[in-house]
């Protein structure tokens, strides 16, 4: 399996950027996903999950009403939209897989019930 994302950089509190994260190797359709996050010197921490169908997404507090997930089964992507950055936001993002079918989104706002890791892509917001 495969996760890779991509579309972090730099920008400017207040600004935007959305990250998408591909992903191959299983039926995506079948799992749900999530994004999470690490700043340095920081634990990695939950961000967002969505079930199999996009029906069902959950945030976290701190990012609530600021960040969307969303999912194209037909493309195996996962995006998350990300507006009114914070300085507090600047971390490397994560994409993540559940290890099971039968996982849900609430599921994924734990790290030990992800499969598999992207690579990371850092995001820095500078104030």
């Known amino acids: 399996v495969q996760l890779v994302e991509s579309g972090g950089g730099p920008v400017q509190q207040g600004g935007s950027l959305r990250l998408s994260c591909f992903s191959s190797?299983?039926?995506?359709?079948?799992?749900?996903m999530g994004w999470f996050r690490q700043a340095p010197g920081k634990a990695r921490e939950f961000v967002a999950s969505i079930n199999r169908s996009g029906g069902t997404t959950i945030y976290a507090d701190s990012i609530k009403g600021r960040f969307t997930i969303a999912r194209n089964n037909a493309e195996n992507t996962i995006d998350l939209q990300m507006n009114s950055l914070k300085p507090e936001d600047t971390a490397v993002y994560f994409c993540?897989?559940?290890?099971?079918?039968?996982?849900?989104?609430?599921?994924?706002?734990?790290?030990?019930?992800?499969?598999?890791w992207g690579i990371g892509t850092l995001v820095t917001v500078s104030s």
């Open positions: 993540a897989q559940a290890r099971y079918t039968s996982f849900s989104a609430q599921h994924m706002t734990a790290p030990v019930n992800v499969a598999y």
């Open positions: 190797g299983r039926t995506f359709s079948s799992y749900a």
